[in-house]
């Protein structure tokens, strides 16, 4: 039991870090400008037990390679909440994206995006404490519109994640909205849908809401 939910934990981890994969709007940054986005993520029904939740702060920095396409960096860290009693759980995640704008504006701004996470895992409680590691590809597509100050938007992204942390993949559908306070500066609200199957397991769902900050240098 307490390697099962070693595992249920190390995934329910890595599938939290989300934001579609398209790094909230479909729109690019521009040829050799850089952008700066901190977030902070809350899951409810982590693992799929009511009661323990995930809570991440991460970031990320983007770079303009091309008109259309982006490269970013990001980085989180998770602190889980709930577990049982002398039982803790934490996390650390990097990774890389890809995003191409395939329209801007052409009456919506559509995007495409890939990308490559790896994890460290980490339950503790007074007998052990155990660290596993994985990785996960995935893959996004997202819609956003223009309507200033409001930029509402809409991605699904799918996941495949493998390692010590067990199997799985996973579907997520997110709808939020980025509200512009200057031509470069910009609040984002979202929630995020998940729905994992783990390899061999029940597919379960969880909701995330999140909160970020993104300036364009």
Aim: no cysteine; proline share 3%; charged share 10%.
């Amino acid at each position: 039991m307490k390697k099962v939910l070693v595992i249920l934990l190390s995934l329910s981890f890595i599938a939290s870090v989300a934001s579609a994969e398209l790094l909230v709007t479909a729109n690019p940054i521009g040829t050799g400008q850089w952008a700066v986005l901190g977030a902070g993520l809350q899951d409810s029904n982590y693992g799929n037990i009511s009661g323990y939740t995930l809570t991440t702060l991460g970031g990320y920095v983007g770079y303009g390679l091309m008109d259309m396409l982006d490269l970013y960096v990001n980085a989180a860290y998770g602190t889980m909440g709930g577990l049982p009693s002398g039982v803790e759980g934490s996390g650390t995640l990097a990774g890389l994206n890809l995003k191409y704008a395939v329209l801007q504006e052409a009456p919506v701004s559509v995007a495409i995006g890939a990308g490559l996470k790896a994890l460290s895992v980490r339950i503790k409680n007074p007998l052990t404490d155990t660290t596993n590691s994985g990785t996960q590809i995935s893959l996004g597509v997202g819609v956003s519109k223009l309507m200033a100050p409001f930029i509402p938007y809409g991605g699904v992204a799918y996941r495949s994640t493998s390692g010590d942390v067990g199997d799985a993949t996973q579907l997520d559908a997110t709808v939020g909205s980025a509200i512009a306070w200057s031509s470069q500066g910009a609040v984002f609200v979202e929630y995020t849908l998940q729905s994992i199957t783990p390899k061999g397991g029940s597919n379960f769902s969880s909701g995330q809401i999140g909160l970020g900050v993104g300036y364009q240098l």
